[in-house]
């Protein structure tokens, strides 16, 4: 994605759902973690109210990783 075609509250978007990726990912390395209970922590860590944002948020990283 091209930073410089966005506006300054996409790349803040952008910044967040990083690092939020990057909490997900940390989080799920370990065996027999369950993704409801990591999904639950990083609403709670960055105030959101769906869990489905997070896996929204997962598979929209995933596909810039892909890129």
């Known amino acids: 994605m091209?930073?410089?075609?966005?506006?300054p509250?996409?790349?803040e978007r952008l910044e967040r759902d990083k690092r939020i990726y990057a909490d997900y990912k940390k989080l799920t390395?370990?065996?027999g973690v369950r993704k409801v209970g990591v999904y639950s922590y990083l609403c709670n860590k960055?105030?959101?109210?769906?869990?489905n944002t997070i896996h929204?948020?997962?598979?929209?990283m995933?596909?810039?990783e892909n890129e």
Do not use: V
């Open 29 to 31: 390395k370990g065996e």
């Open 62 to 64: 995933e596909a810039l």
């Open 56 to 60: 929204t948020i997962r598979r929209r």
């Open 46 to 51: 960055y105030g959101l109210h769906s869990k």
């Open 2 to 7: 091209d930073k410089k075609l966005l506006t």
């Open 9 to 11: 509250y996409q790349r």
